[in-house]
């Protein structure tokens, strides 16, 4: 791991603590409140549950010490990624959007953002690079895709937007701000669906913004107090668990999902597989679909459900929720089970097919 890394892990598992003051929790406590005491004159920063609450501040500290930026969290990925819009887009605007990335951002822009006249063109992640991005006011961009994990390079689609006056936004949540730094990269915006492998244990629905400027952190800010779209402080508290063992469980799923791109390349029940060199998603694609629901429900170590980024590796067949894949692609999240009992029983489902 490069020293930046560590030095944001660091940081995020001390966000809390080292403000703390002897005796104080070092786990942030639980806030349930709607309302604070605020006589006279409002001059605390806590004046309504609507607008603030400690326990997600907690949770925030922790994400923007990793993204080095400043964040706003929001209640779900899908949240998080309609303030992105909203914060990025106005009544005439056109959104370039990847045609193999995730659906639900399509359908918001297609049956509810349309109808605010901001309209949007999907094209493929891997032709995103050629295109001439002149007459967009925003690039969205997953890198990997989801589900397809299709590449491009955000650096150089970053450069050709601002030179044409286009702002970047990035979904990172296949890779997470420990395995893709897009505003590194000159992006202007990251959003993340934190439901996954940030958060972790499959147990709450999270999201967030990041940015650098302020413009648009107060835009994305404004639009979460104005829409009541403030996380839940129970799900804050979760997140905040979970993101103190995000290096530990993204190194063993990581290792997992190397460890059977070994075993699975070239074999025989497997059509074509897909694995970008990094993360913990593997995209398998079987002959048929009967095959891939078999490899899928068969497995005693792989849960049939949908989303991604658990402890416990799970799978599902894309094209039932109309994603532009084949029939038999399998999108297989990988767990933090250990390493040689998982290869073992995949391969052993897989010996069945």
């Known amino acids: 791991m490069d020293k930046q890394n560590v030095s944001r892990i660091m940081a995020m598992l001390h966000a809390r603590s080292g403000a703390l003051e002897n005796g104080e929790p070092i786990s942030p406590p639980i806030v349930t409140t709607a309302k604070y005491a605020l006589a006279g004159t409002p001059d605390t920063p806590y004046t309504y549950g609507r607008d603030i609450n400690p326990t997600v501040e907690a949770a925030e500290a922790a994400i923007a010490a990793l993204e080095e930026a400043p964040i706003v969290a929001f209640p779900s990925g899908m949240a998080a990624i309609t303030a992105g819009l909203m914060a990025t887009t106005k009544a005439g605007d056109r959104v370039l959007v990847p045609s193999d990335g995730y659906y639900v951002t399509r359908v918001l822009l297609e049956e509810i953002l349309s109808g605010h006249d901001i309209q949007f063109d999907a094209i493929p992640t891997k032709e995103i690079a050629t295109t001439d991005l002149s007459p967009y006011a925003v690039v969205w961009l997953e890198t990997p895709s989801n589900p397809g994990l299709d ?9 050709s937007a601002r030179g044409v006056g286009a702002m970047v936004v990035v979904d990172n949540t296949t890779l997470t701000p420990l395995l893709q730094r897009p505003l590194d990269l000159g992006a202007d915006m990251v959003v993340s ?3 996954k492998a940030m958060a972790g244990h499959s147990d709450c629905l999270y999201g967030h913004v990041a940015t650098r400027d302020e413009a648009l952190f107060e835009k994305v800010w ?11 402080p129970f799900a804050s508290f979760l997140v905040h668990r979970g993101l103190m063992t995000l290096e530990l469980r993204m190194e063993r799923m990581c290792a997992n999902a190397q460890a059977l791109v070994t075993v699975m390349e070239d074999h025989a029940a497997i059509q074509a597989l897909k694995y970008p060199g990094m993360g913990f998603i593997i995209g398998l694609t079987f002959d048929t679909e009967i095959t891939a629901e078999r490899f899928i429900n068969e497995c005693p170590a792989i849960f049939a459900s949908t989303s991604f980024g658990g402890v416990h590796t799970s799978a599902e067949r894309r094209a039932r929720w109309g994603d532009a894949v084949s029939e038999g692609y399998v999108r297989l999240s990988v767990g933090c089970e250990p390493t040689a009992a998982l290869v073992s029983a995949i391969e052993a489902s897989l010996a069945r097919l």
């Not at 590449?151 to 450069?159: G, H, P, Q, V």
């Not at 404004?222 to 996380?231: A, N």
């Open 222 to 232: 404004r639009w979460r107090k104005v829409s009541g779209s403030i996380p839940d």
């Open 193 to 195: 669906s934190d439901t």
């Open 151 to 159: 590449l491009c390079s955000i650096r150089s689609i970053a450069e």
